[in-house]
């Protein structure tokens, strides 16, 4: 790292906080918990995709709200590493910091790309 520079992992792993699961199941059931998993991925999906169209059309409030519900349902489901790259991209805007906002955004999409991935494989795993 240099001086008032900070090198990302291009590598980062999704990292998931499997209590807020097991919260979640012991909250809904384990047939609700799978349905609400499967629909925050679907809107975490969603959000993604659409958090470029907003960047491009420079809608910040746009932004701020896809945002902010990605993080909402990246908690919801213990997606740990998709809601920290989220608070990061939130900070980036608040600061109005167009540079540490594009990196963000580019790691919010690799971690995102990589932690419903992941998600998909661990409910592949439980069957």
Do not use: Y
Not at 5 to 10: E, Q
Not at 25 to 46: M, N, Q, S, Y
């Amino acid at each position: 790292m240099r001086a008032g520079v900070t090198d990302l992992p291009l590598g980062e792993p999704a990292r998931f906080n499997p209590s807020q699961l097991e919260l979640l199941c012991d909250h809904l059931g384990e047939h609700r918990a799978e349905a609400e998993v499967a629909h925050a991925l679907e809107r975490i999906a969603k959000c993604l995709a659409e958090i470029g169209s907003a960047k491009r059309r420079a809608d910040r409030a746009a932004l701020e709200n896809l945002l902010a519900a990605l993080v909402g349902d990246a908690r919801l489901i213990g997606m740990a590493t998709l809601a920290q790259a989220g608070r990061h991209v939130l900070d980036c805007l608040d600061r109005d910091d167009p540079i540490a906002l594009a990196a963000t955004l580019a790691r919010l999409e690799r971690v995102g790309d990589r932690s419903i991935d992941a998600i998909w494989d661990l409910e592949d795993l439980s069957g």
